[in-house]
């Protein structure tokens, strides 16, 4: 149980350009999901906290108008990537937690790496 | 404030020697820890966490982590490296609430 799933897993796009990245909660209701970022040989950076239905808290320093974070739904949260540019490529990597069972774990996708050309 | 330290940035051992992976933890409180697995190109896999039950807990693959309050470590640790063990460990605390601080990350090469 608790698998959560990415979409695409790689994705490359032109410069000016927006991508959606998607991540889903395959078994289980996702109350909150997370969305980090991972530049090459570097730790896992926390970009924004998003609960269903209420907008995304986005940690100092994450441009909001750049990342858009949408969870619509207990099952789903998008990022999309507007305007991206080459700065912008990097590993992708959201995380769900669950309303109940172990208050602090939290099930990671497998990571969507986008490269900005 | 919660947050994590990884004393090493690369670790390499011999196939069927002992891995230890070290992690410090700075916390005003008895925290959570947590290690996670991840394989290149690959998300995050949940290896043990500590969640001030017993201290030592032993997790997935035959690795274990000793959570040990008077040094403030929660050192990973495993009898005999396997190749398929290579790969990048993270030491994590949560924190405000529901938050994850991911450590530095321990690169973990297996020779044969």
């Known amino acids: 149980g608790a698998v959560v799933s990415q979409h695409p897993s790689r994705v490359i796009c032109k410069s000016g350009t927006s991508v959606k990245i998607e991540c889903r909660s395959l078994?289980?209701?996702?109350?909150?999901m997370f969305w980090y970022r991972q530049f090459p040989k570097q730790s896992l950076m926390l970009m924004a906290t998003?609960?269903?239905?209420?907008?995304?808290?986005?940690e100092q320093g994450v441009e909001k108008d750049k990342f858009l974070i949408n969870h619509a739904s207990l099952t789903l949260s998008t990022l999309t990537v507007t305007s991206a540019h080459p700065e912008d490529s990097s590993f992708y990597i959201c995380?769900?937690?669950?309303?109940?069972?172990?208050?602090?774990?939290?099930?990671f996708g497998p990571g969507t790496r986008l490269t900005v050309l | 404030a919660q947050s994590v330290t990884q004393l090493d940035s690369h670790v390499s051992v011999s196939e069927g020697t002992p891995v230890l992976l070290r992690c410090n933890y700075s916390?005003?409180?008895?925290?959570?820890l947590f290690w996670y697995v991840q394989h290149p190109n690959k998300g995050l896999q949940l290896l043990l966490k500590?969640?001030?039950?017993?201290?030592l807990v032993k997790g997935i693959n035959g690795f274990e982590a000793e959570f040990k309050k008077s040094e403030t470590s929660f050192h990973l640790t495993k009898p005999s490296a396997h190749m398929s063990d290579a790969a990048e460990y993270f030491c994590v605390v949560p924190y405000n609430f529901n938050k994850f601080y991911f450590g530095s990350g321990t690169k973990l090469n297996v020779k044969p």
């Open positions: 500590y969640t001030s039950a017993a201290t």
């Open positions: 916390s005003s409180y008895s925290p959570s």
């Open positions: 995380s769900a937690k669950t309303s109940g069972g172990d208050y602090n774990e939290q099930f």
């Open positions: 998003s609960n269903e239905g209420s907008k995304a808290t986005y």
């Open positions: 078994d289980f209701q996702a109350t909150t």
